[in-house]
């Protein structure tokens, strides 16, 4: 109950009031009745008693109608000329409007019964003392028709605002949803970072020890490469930290606003001179590399393609031969390195891992990945995301990587 609705309860009871005192003064509509009684003290409370108490309609919506019903039913037995009771129909409006579709049975058939009961029991002096005269007929038809319908109002009034009740809570629903969804979709991004983080960080270190243990190795028979490797050492360290603050930094509370997709991983170029650097031997053919592609795409394809160099860095021979092509809605990736028959026999032997391809006498993830964790796992799972294809395979002594990731709808 707000001080709004408070301040016009109080204003219709005023009115009430006051339009029931002029009605009680002019002798009624039209012609004055010889019988009826002029307006005197009486008239006066007992018009108070038919208005006032709609000033707590809202509260009391039941007790009030009592009260005015009571309050004018006396004025009419009292030969008041109440021609039309203004402050019952008001009642029966609040009435209706409260108790019109309440789940109880007992409270709306109760109210229904008791606005109904109005005008049969306001006409029955009338009838007792004159009988059913054509006057008496009509009027109280007409009230019965102005009670039926101040009802209906009242009704329409409750199922208007019930209405409405449940626009804003199926509204306030749909919000709560529609966030639900977007701290979902955050926290699904946010594991997403938190892997790249791992899969960024991950590959550096491979890098480091493949350069530390050089480093060490060529201290003093060749301090020049020494001092490259270990400078490759600092250059990736300084980039993974980097990599590292821009992702910690999205994966905070606080950075919730800041966008979650991580900035463009840069040129294929660039990861293939870092590996370069590394004293990785590399042939290359980038076929329309420089067509724009989903962000995502182009994170999965340089994710797999950093996975295979580091494994053909780790366990290949010392060089390998990179393609990527860009036809029309997808990126093709292909990869080959020498691998040893000794190394690959010996992680098989070590491992006794299933084939990754799933072929008889291809032993990719033992051969390659023994060491490398769930590396070509993640690649696959990585392309199987983007409803692309991941084959992997000895031929001989080659290890061979092929990745296909779609994009823009098509396969």
């Not at 006409?123 to 101040?150: H, I, K, M, Q, R």
């Not at 605002?161 to 966030?179: F, I, Q, S």
């Not at 201290?219 to 050492?233: G, L, M, N, Q, V």
Request: proline share 5%.
């Amino acid at each position: 109950m707000t001080r709004r609705a408070a301040l016009i309860d109080a204003g219709a009871a005023l009115l009430a009031f006051a339009a029931t005192i002029v009605l009680l003064a002019l002798h009624g509509f039209g012609t004055p009745s010889p019988e009826a009684v002029p307006l005197d003290g009486r008239g006066v409370l007992l018009a108070m008693g038919a208005a006032f108490p709609l000033a707590l309609r809202r509260r009391l919506p039941f007790a009030c109608y009592l009260a005015v019903a009571a309050s004018s039913a006396a004025l009419l037995a009292l030969r008041f000329p109440l021609d039309f009771p203004i402050g019952c129909a008001v009642a029966v409006y609040t009435l209706a409007a409260a108790y019109g579709g309440d789940p109880s049975p007992m409270r709306r058939w109760g109210a229904r019964a008791s606005a109904a009961a109005f005008v049969p029991v306001a006409a029955s002096p009338n009838v007792a003392g004159e009988g059913w005269s054509d006057g008496l007929v009509s009027g109280t038809l007409f009230w019965a028709v102005a009670f039926a319908g101040t009802w209906l109002l009242g009704d329409l009034s409750r199922i208007r605002r019930e209405r409405l009740v449940e626009l804003e809570e199926r509204a306030a629903r749909t919000a709560r949803d529609a966030e639900r969804e977007r701290r979902l979709a955050v926290a699904e991004e946010r594991t997403r970072i938190a892997r790249e983080l791992h899969d960024s960080a991950g590959h550096a270190i491979n890098v480091i020890l493949v350069q530390a243990g050089a480093a060490r190795l060529l201290h003093e028979r060749d301090p020049d490469r020494s001092k490259r490797a270990i400078a490759t050492i600092e250059e990736v360290a300084r980039a993974t930290m980097g990599d590292i603050d821009r992702l910690v930094h999205v994966l905070r509370e606080e950075g919730a606003d800041a966008p979650l997709e991580p900035a463009t991983p840069g040129t294929l170029e660039e990861l293939l001179d870092r590996h370069r650097a590394v004293g990785l031997r590399l042939e290359t053919e980038l076929i329309g590399t420089a067509r724009d592609v989903p962000t995502g795409v182009a994170w999965a394809a340089y994710r797999i393609l950093q996975e295979a160099l580091t494994n053909a860095t780790r366990h290949g021979t010392g060089s390998a031969t990179v393609r990527v092509r860009q036809p029309p809605g997808r990126v093709e990736i292909e990869v080959t390195n020498p691998v040893t028959a000794w190394r690959g026999g010996r992680d098989a032997a070590a491992t006794g891992r299933v084939p990754a391809s799933g072929r008889s006498g291809t032993p990719a993830d033992t051969a390659v990945g023994a060491r490398a964790g769930h590396g070509i796992v993640g690649m696959r799972e990585r392309a199987a995301v983007l409803g692309g294809t991941l084959e992997t395979g000895i031929e001989g002594e080659v290890f061979r990587l092929r990745a296909v990731l779609p994009y823009g709808g098509q396969g």
